[in-house]
């Protein structure tokens, strides 16, 4: 009896005790969110997003394994931003360094300019006090006095010319800089468009043979957001992955189109009616982080999916279905 009475009070220590460390552990990571540096808004937001759900996993978690999952995603999501926030760190290095070399060349040549007028200045007062003192032709003062005003107009005239060509040649690395990012911006539009007109004629196509059939569609809302924080091979890298993993969700071997960048529609030939019933699945899978490799390191990206289902009725005339389409996904990026 009394050892059976010890048994259970040791099982029930170390149920108090698993529970404890449970806990801690989870308040371990709501403390490194808590406490995480912000370099940039959007980055911060996205980490202590993946911490709280990491967070939420801990204190539902069952299993060893579980724990263990939980500790190698929490060990990727601070791995990526320390490395996000490095190359953060090392962008602006970047920048504060062109800046520092443009203003060191900008002052350079300011104060060159400004040392060649002194020189000359002090050159023709010299010439000027020697004619004072060792001639007693008014005339020749006179003309002395002319050309000493002529040269130091002359100097000015030229030092203002070197200081407005620095000037302008800043102004034209900044207007440079102001054409890539309109340049990047507007490329990005561009591979919008081109998958919209590239995937509407599909939908359309089968909209045609007037049977029914219905539409998954999934849109990326965060899209923007990771486009500045990653280069474009990862960018293209996890929409890949994305559609990939929408295909795997779905029944049978659905199509997938692109409809735009950020836009992904799977046709199938099913009731509406079994889509809508896994469709708040495929949007929770669709969540879980996607983890991309560049160059060896390998990047944890999380794109926040909305998705909606439409169905296609025979007799719809196929501008009709597109312009809904097109509402669903408005609607669907709305709601993130």
Do not use: W
Not at 69 to 88: G, M, T
Not at 284 to 300: A, C, K, M, N, W
């Amino acid at each position: 009896m009394i050892s059976i009475r010890k048994a259970a009070t040791e099982l029930d220590r170390l149920d108090q005790f698993n529970r404890a460390a449970l806990s801690c552990y989870g308040q371990a990571i709501q403390s490194t969110q808590k406490h995480a540096v912000e370099m940039d808004p959007l980055q911060l937001a996205q980490f202590c997003s993946e911490l709280r759900r990491l967070s939420g996993l801990v204190a539902s978690a069952a299993t060893p394994d579980a724990l263990t999952a939980i500790q190698a995603s929490f060990d990727a999501q601070l791995k990526d931003y320390r490395e996000k926030l490095r190359e953060h760190i090392e962008r602006l290095r970047s920048d504060f360094a062109a800046a520092a070399a443009a203003l060191e060349a900008f002052t350079s040549s300011v104060t060159s300019n400004a040392s060649d007028l002194d020189q000359d200045l002090k050159r023709q007062l010299d010439r000027l006090k020697k004619t004072a003192h060792t001639s007693q032709d008014l005339a020749a003062i006179r003309a002395e006095v002319d050309t000493t005003v002529d040269r130091v107009a002359a100097s000015i005239e030229r030092m203002q010319a070197a200081n407005q060509l620095a000037i302008a040649q800043m102004k034209d690395e900044i207007r440079l800089l102001h054409e890539q990012v309109k340049s990047a911006r507007t490329a990005n539009a561009s591979a919008d468009q081109t998958h919209t007109q590239q995937s509407a004629a599909p939908i359309r196509a089968l909209a045609a043979t007037n049977k029914p059939f219905s539409v998954v569609l999934a849109v990326v809302n965060n899209l923007n957001g990771l486009r500045t924080f990653y280069p474009p091979n990862i960018i293209d890298s996890v929409l890949s992955s994305f559609e990939q993993r929408l295909k795997s969700l779905l029944p049978g071997t659905p199509q997938i189109e692109r409809r735009a960048k950020d836009q992904f529609a799977a046709v199938l030939e099913l009731e509406p009616a079994a889509v809508i019933a896994i469709s708040r699945d495929i949007a929770r899978s669709l969540s879980t982080p996607f983890v991309e490799q560049d160059g060896g390191v390998p990047h944890t990206l999380r794109l926040d999916a909305g998705v909606g289902v439409l169905e296609f009725r025979p007799g719809t005339p196929a501008s009709k279905f597109e312009h809904k389409l097109d509402q669903l996904a408005e609607a669907l990026a709305g709601g993130a």
